[in-house]
């Protein structure tokens, strides 16, 4: 099947400093990528839609100053946390639709794990 | 807007039996499709199951299948003959066919007991 990797799985940063998460479709090309966040025991809150060669449309109450999101080949997407504060600690996930078929499977990265000290 | 609610956040099943998820959705969309994916305590993320809203035929994977009642608009997983490997976060989701966008619900913990 697909795969998505995400580099790195796990990174712990000092307050202040930024952070970038990469996303990677390995095996497909994805013009569209997502990224979530999810608290621990709760459920994937969808944070922005991550578009090739275009601006990230972002969810909500989510800072786009804040969480940088680049889209600049059809492989990978980066989000990068910046300023990043202890409240950012967290696990973040990207997914990427898989164009064709039946229905477009949507593969899910391995996820990342955020801790900010 | 799309809604999907669970209303079990955890529930605990005996190796072997079977255990039944619900998720209850809400859309103004007439094509839609229906997931529940599983996140086992890597967190990776795995579909377990997928239903095409315009399909009346239950989807069955394996050991896991679907009660879906359209007009209900209710989409509950069942889980047979449980084993410790289940033993995860599931989650419900919905889609527009005509978007790549998923709405997840809250979660269920399954805990499959030796």
């Known amino acids: 099947g697909a795969v998505v990797s995400q580099h790195p799985s796990w990174v712990i940063c000092k307050s202040g400093t930024s952070v970038k998460i990469e996303c990677r479709s390995l095996d497909f090309q994805a013009t569209t990528m997502f990224w979530y966040r999810q608290f621990p025991k709760q459920s994937l809150m969808l944070m922005a839609t991550s578009n090739e060669g275009s601006k990230a449309t972002y969810e909500q109450g989510v800072e786009k100053d804040k969480f940088l999101i680049n889209h600049a080949s059809l492989t990978l997407s980066t989000l990068t946390v910046t300023s990043a504060h202890p409240e950012d600690s967290s696990f973040y996930i990207c997914?990427?639709?898989?164009?064709?078929?039946?229905?477009?499977?949507?593969?899910f990265g391995p996820g990342t794990r955020l801790t900010v000290l | 807007a799309q809604t999907v609610t669970q209303s079990q956040p955890e529930m605990s099943v005996q190796e072997a039996e079977t255990v039944t998820l619900s998720c209850t959705y809400d859309?103004?969309?007439?094509?839609?499709?229906l997931f529940w994916y599983k996140q086992p305590p890597s967190r990776q993320m795995i579909l377990v199951i997928r239903?095409?809203?315009?399909?009346?035929q239950n989807a069955t994977e394996n050991r896991f299948s679907v009660n879906f009642q359209k007009a209900a608009k209710s989409f509950s997983l069942k889980i047979s003959d449980s084993q410790l490997g289940d033993t995860a976060m599931y989650f419900c989701a919905l889609r527009a066919s005509n978007d790549y966008k998923l709405s997840f619900g809250a979660g269920t913990t399954v805990t499959v007991r030796a």
């Open positions: 997914s990427a639709p898989r164009r064709g078929g039946s229905y477009n499977e949507q593969f």
């Open positions: 859309t103004s969309e007439s094509n839609y499709y």
């Open positions: 239903q095409e809203a315009y399909k009346q």
